[in-house]
């Protein structure tokens, strides 16, 4: 098979999630707790009103799941560790010349074996998954998460240095290697490498510098690209670093990039610290875009703007503070399946 994945913006199938359960990443406390599945829902719904949805449950949730969820969304029962779908799932692929369907098996472990992640479940579920879709599954050795690749769907994909090349996730990997095996996988003929990801991210909480958070293509040669603009904020720095280092590089039909900034809302810490609060994370529909918001009437609308013109489709915003207070945003607890052409 020639594998290729195809880009967010390409025609899907459908939507997968992952609903969540209590442990570490949805919290102790019974009202923190309610709050973060009503943000997984509401994303959830939210995308069923563009495309079917299908969420795996750990059965310890399902009343809840039943609960929150729309009755037209599919629902599948899978032990659960966490529920960021976009990291514990497959990246889906297609082989174009037979229009079959495929389904990258990484191997993950909690984003480079942090101390507070478990992952005996989790990783069972981009098989899991691939089953369910009825996708052939392409394993991998590499250690790698949904969210720390971005592709135009023409053989381009970004990544980052402190993921791929992560000692606890690829301790003996080097560039070169990643780079045959994006080729192998996702049918990637040129990977941008950035130096780094978003402050918070290399908390204790993070991923250590997951692309979805800084950059998404929105068309082959065109990317939407966080900005933070306050020069308090240390992601003003890092965001102009990593703008330098885009406009270095060049895609796989050799074109520079068309930039379209997102500048970031105008709150700059919460009760942890930095904030990663961008709009970049985002998730594109058939037909729609579910857009991160944070409550700034201002910033959120200006984000939605720029978004529906980039895509030309509908916006939809939904509250991601209690998505990115446990770790991420709706790129990170979705993934898309393609659709694909029978032949």
Not at 132 to 155: K, P, Q
Not at 168 to 190: C, D, H, Q, S, W
Not at 209 to 221: L, N, Q, R, S, Y
Request: hydrophobic share 40%.
């Amino acid at each position: 098979m020639d594998w290729k994945m195809p880009a967010e913006f390409a025609p899907q199938e459908r939507v997968w999630m992952a609903f969540p359960r209590d442990g570490y990443t949805l919290g102790d406390d019974p009202v923190s707790a309610e709050e973060g599945r009503r943000a997984w829902a509401s994303v959830a719904n939210a995308a069923a009103g563009f495309e079917p949805v299908t969420v795996v449950v750990d059965p310890s949730s399902r009343g809840h799941a039943t609960r929150l969820l729309d009755g037209s969304i599919d629902i599948l029962e899978a032990p659960l560790d966490d529920f960021w779908m976009r990291d514990i799932g497959p990246s889906f692929v297609v082989d174009e010349a037979t229009g079959r369907l495929g389904a990258v098996d990484w191997i993950f472990n909690g984003w480079g074996a942090n101390a507070w992640a478990t992952w005996e479940n989790d990783r069972e579920i981009g098989s899991f998954v691939a089953e369910a879709a009825a996708a052939e599954i392409v394993s991998s050795m590499l250690v790698n998460e949904g969210g720390g690749i971005h592709v135009d769907g023409d053989g381009t994909v970004i990544v980052t240095e402190t993921v791929q090349l992560d000692p606890f996730r690829n301790p003996y990997a080097t560039k070169a290697m990643v780079e045959r095996e994006l080729a192998r996988t996702i049918g990637a003929t040129r990977v941008i490498w950035l130096s780094r990801g978003l402050t918070r991210d290399y908390t204790s909480g993070g991923t250590r510098g997951h692309v979805d958070m800084v950059a998404a293509f929105a068309a082959p040669g065109r990317l939407l690209v966080h900005t933070q603009n306050d020069p308090e904020h240390p992601d003003h720095a890092v965001t102009k670093q990593l703008r330098r280092e885009l406009e270095a590089a060049t895609d796989a039909a050799g074109r520079s990039f068309e930039f379209i900034e997102l500048p970031a809302p105008a709150t700059l810490r919460d009760d942890e610290g930095f904030v990663d609060w961008n709009y970049a994370n985002h998730l594109v529909v058939n037909g729609g875009v579910i857009a991160c918001g944070y409550g700034e009437s201002e910033a959120d609308g200006r984000a939605a703007r720029i978004l529906a013109e980039a895509y030309g489709r509908e916006v939809v915003t939904i509250d991601a503070r209690p998505i990115l207070a446990r770790g991420g945003g709706i790129h990170c607890i979705t993934q898309q399946q393609p659709a694909t052409t029978p032949r």
